[in-house]
Every structure is written in structure tokens, then in C-alpha cells.
């Protein structure tokens, strides 16, 4: 034996390094992998597929947004709430009307952070709010079957006519439409395992909270984390429960500071801080006495709303789509039925028809949305092996799509360009119109007189529409 041999023999061995323990991701980095695992699909091609859906939906919303209508109705009130909130500092003007005031802030905080072209600015947030619903329609998709029904869902909604009318305007339901989509993701979410994660459930109610300070309509989406609970919590059902108070208890006290924090002014005795106006609704008298009264003239005007800016084949779509869901996914199709034809028929019920169906309908045409997607994946995947080849498939694919996308989005072109008869259509605007059509002509006009010299304002005496002249002094 050599002397090396002996040297090695006589070593002692040292005993491995240990690996350098694995730090566990920090909470931001598990935030943002679940948020890609819920909100986006899995593969490129998918991610691909939904930014492209992504860019519709974006062009639709901002083609001309500010040319295509002057400011229109309610915006107006909007905009200068946001404008006494930058000047004025108080942030909870919007509470005179009973209100809440989170659009607000976002107005303001565009204001001031920003500047240049108010109504620019009000609809662009409005636009922002239908892409991440578009997202949330992909989630829903995706929770309730598979990426490929969250696609369809999603590039559904990017031609959806309502949306991409309701979409362009600085209105509340924008936003209320988001909430609605992000409280039912979240929910399907929060309650994704037997037993829920508590921080899953602040995160819901939260959400909920955020959007009851947008409006009160939401609350026409509160009952859906319950119902994922009762579903999806069998197991156990203690914290299930005790979840569901907490997600209430957390949007109560959105709802308690739109309570407290009204400032002082003027009152009316309309102004209802659950309701935002009571003349909208029937008396609780009325309702006792004929809960129906107001369907035979409501439900008229909301099938002639859908017939205008939903169009015929999505609706008939939908309705096959609920009838092969109740067979094939029940609790799925009972689920978007709660949320959209629920809400739907207690609006013809319980709204006087003064302005019915306006905006209010808009939050909940969604849900037809998703189950068209539900269904059409499920008919695919049951079915299309059955089919001789993959060209069939492909026909019969793109006929389909293109007889229910087709008439959408022709619909949609014809409001981006001439959206005033679709103002009077289906009770949108009550018959009136009251858009700023004329305002840039009369600003125009009176810089013109003000160049000839001092010019009075004198309105006239007689109360109702306000008739005015000018005349150079």
C-alpha cells in the first residue's frame, strides 16, 4: 500500500454541506401567484388569446370617448362633485344624494393628479372598470368549468352592446357592473377549498365593502358569498358561516360611514340612504297589496331594452344555455340566475317605471354572458368527438360563434356611430335625451357676443325648462 493511499485512508471524511434553507415566499409574492393562477390563463397561448380580447374590449371603450356624445345627464353632477372635492375638500359631498362616495374620490384624485379633460378623465375610469370586469368574466369562467369557458365569457363581454355603450360613460354602474363580477370571482374564490382561508374571506369582504361605498345596488349581489358557502362549506360549516359574518361585518362598516358622514345641507324626502332615492321604488303599501303591479308595465320595457342593446340571438342563447346548464351544472346555473335574472325581475317589480329599465339592468346582463360560456364548452366538449373531422368541428365552431358575436357586434358599431337613438331607445333615458348636444355651439357663440362688447344673462321668469337669452350691452 502506498504512503498516498495510507494518507487518504487516515483523512477523516467531511460530512456534507447542508443546502441553505429555502426562504418561503414572501406574502406579495404568494398574493401575486395566485393572483396569475385566478386571473389569467396557464398556458401562453391563453394569455395571448385573452390580451387580445383585452385590446377589443379597449378599442371599443375609447374609440372617439369623448367626441362620439357630449356630456350626457348625470355625468355632469359627477364631475362637479369631484371638482367641490378638489376646491372645497369635502369628500363626502356626493352624500347629499345619498350618494356613496368612493366614484367620487376616483374622479377627484384624477383631477388632481392629473388634470386636463375632465370628462376624459371620468370615462376612462368607467373604461378601466370594464377591463378588469372582462378579467373577472375570465375568472368566473374559469372557477366555475376551465380557461376555455372564461375565454369565451370574456370575449363575449368585449362586444357585449350595453357593456360597450355603458362602458363609455362616466356613470356609477360601470363600476357597480365590476364589483358585481369581482364579488361573485372572489366569492367562487374565497370558498375555492372545504375549508375557507380566513384571509381569502377579508379579502371578500372587503370587495363587498368597496362596492357598497360605490352604490347601493350591489347590495342586490350581497346573498352570493352565503350561497358559496352553504354550497361549498358542508364540511365545515362553523367556518363557513363564521366567515360569511365576517365579510357582512366588514361591508357594514362601508355602509355605517355613508351613514355618519353625510355633511350638512339640504335635505329631501326622497333621500334614502339604502335606496339613494324612495320615489323610485313602490310604497311598501303598494307592494303588500299587489306585489305585481308594476311587472305588466315593466317587463315590456326591459324586453324591448334587451332587444335593443342586447339583440336577440344572445338572449335566446342564454335562456337554451340556462335550460342545459339546469340539467348539466344546476348549482351553476341557479348561481348566475341569482345574480341576473333575479335582480332583473325585482327591478320590474319594485321600480315605479318613472326611468326603468335606464341603467339599473345593466349590473346583471353579465351572468347571460357566462352562461352561454358555461354551456357552449360543456355542448363542446360532450360532443365535438362525435364530430367527423376537424374542419367540421371548425365550421361548426366559428357559424355558431359568428351567429351569436356577429349581431353584437354590428349592433355595438351602429352605436359608436350614432348613439342618440339608443338614448331614447328602450326607456334608456325616459324619451329625454338630456345630453350636452348644443353646449359647444352656445360656449362658441357666446365668446363671439362677449368679443362685441358686455353681455347680460337674463332667464325667464316661468319655473320648468330653463330658457334663457343673451343679449350685448
Not at 5 to 32: D, E, H, M, N, Y
Not at 121 to 129: G, K
Request: charge should be positive; glycine fraction near 8%; charged fraction near 15%.
Amino acid at each position: 500500500m502506498s504512503a498516498a493511499t495510507k494518507k487518504s485512508k487516515g483523512r477523516k471524511k467531511r460530512a456534507p454541506t447542508p443546502p441553505a434553507p429555502v426562504r418561503p415566499p414572501g406574502l406579495l409574492a404568494r398574493a401575486a401567484r395566485e393572483a396569475k393562477r385566478v386571473l389569467l390563463p396557464d398556458g401562453i397561448v391563453g394569455r395571448r388569446v385573452l390580451l387580445g380580447i383585452l385590446l377589443v374590449a379597449f378599442g371599443l371603450r375609447t374609440i372617439g370617448l369623448t367626441e362620439w356624445m357630449p356630456i350626457i345627464g348625470d355625468e355632469s353632477i359627477y364631475m362637479h362633485w369631484a371638482e367641490i372635492v378638489e376646491h372645497q375638500g369635502e369628500w363626502f359631498i356626493s352624500l347629499l344624494d345619498a350618494k356613496p362616495p368612493l366614484q367620487t374620490w376616483l374622479l377627484a384624485a384624477a383631477r388632481m393628479l392629473v388634470g386636463g379633460d375632465p370628462l376624459l378623465q371620468a370615462r376612462l375610469i368607467s373604461v378601466d372598470a370594464a377591463l378588469l370586469s372582462t378579467i373577472g368574466l375570465f375568472a368566473i369562467g374559469k372557477l366555475l368549468s376551465s380557461e376555455g369557458a372564461g375565454l369565451v365569457a370574456a370575449g363575449l363581454y368585449a362586444v357585449f352592446p350595453i357593456a360597450v355603450f355603458q362602458d363609455r360613460l362616466a356613470y356609477t354602474e360601470s363600476m357597480v357592473n365590476f364589483f358585481g363580477i369581482a364579488l361573485i370571482a372572489a366569492s367562487l374564490w374565497a370558498f375555492e377549498r372545504p375549508k375557507p382561508n380566513w384571509r381569502r374571506l377579508l379579502i371578500l369582504g372587503l370587495l363587498l365593502g368597496l362596492g357598497v361605498f360605490t352604490k347601493q345596488s350591489v347590495l342586490l349581489f350581497v346573498h352570493f358569498p352565503l350561497l358559496i358557502a352553504l354550497w361549498r362549506g358542508q364540511q365545515f360549516p362553523l367556518r363557513s358561516l363564521t366567515g360569511c359574518v365576517v365579510i357582512y361585518a366588514i361591508a357594514a362598516l362601508f355602509f355605517g360611514v355613508t351613514m355618519i358622514a353625510t355633511p350638512e345641507g339640504p335635505d329631501t324626502d326622497w333621500r334614502n340612504p339604502a335606496l339613494h332615492r324612495s320615489d323610485y321604488y313602490v310604497t311598501k303599501a303598494q307592494l303588500l297589496e299587489d306585489p305585481f303591479r308594476k311587472v305588466p308595465i315593466n317587463w315590456p320595457k326591459l324586453v324591448r331594452f334587451g332587444q335593443e342593446f342586447l339583440t336577440w340571438p344572445i338572449l335566446i342563447s342564454a335562456v337554451v344555455s340556462l335550460c342545459y346548464l339546469l340539467w348539466r351544472q344546476p348549482f351553476a346555473a341557479l348561481a348566475l340566475a341569482s345574480v341576473g335574472a333575479v335582480p332583473l325581475f325585482a327591478q320590474c317589480m319594485l321600480l315605479t317605471g318613472i326611468l326603468y329599465p335606464a341603467r339599473w339592468a345593466f349590473p346583471h346582463f353579465w351572468p347571460l354572458l357566462a352562461l352561454v360560456a358555461l354551456a357552449a364548452v360543456d355542448v363542446w366538449r360532450r360532443y365535438s368527438q362525435t364530430l367527423p373531422s376537424i374542419i367540421v368541428k371548425t365550421a361548426i365552431a366559428v357559424a355558431v360563434g359568428l351567429a351569436v358575436v356577429g349581431p353584437m357586434s354590428v349592433r355595438a358599431s351602429e352605436m359608436l356611430r350614432d348613439p342618440l337613438p339608443f338614448l331614447r331607445a328602450g326607456s334608456y333615458m325616459a324619451q329625454r335625451a338630456h345630453a350636452g348636444y348644443g353646449n359647444k355651439e352656445a360656449i362658441e357663440f357666446l365668446r363671439a357676443e362677449s368679443a362685441k362688447g358686455r353681455w347680460s344673462y337674463s332667464p325667464t321668469r316661468s319655473p320648468g325648462r330653463p330658457a334663457t337669452r343673451c343679449s350685448p350691452i
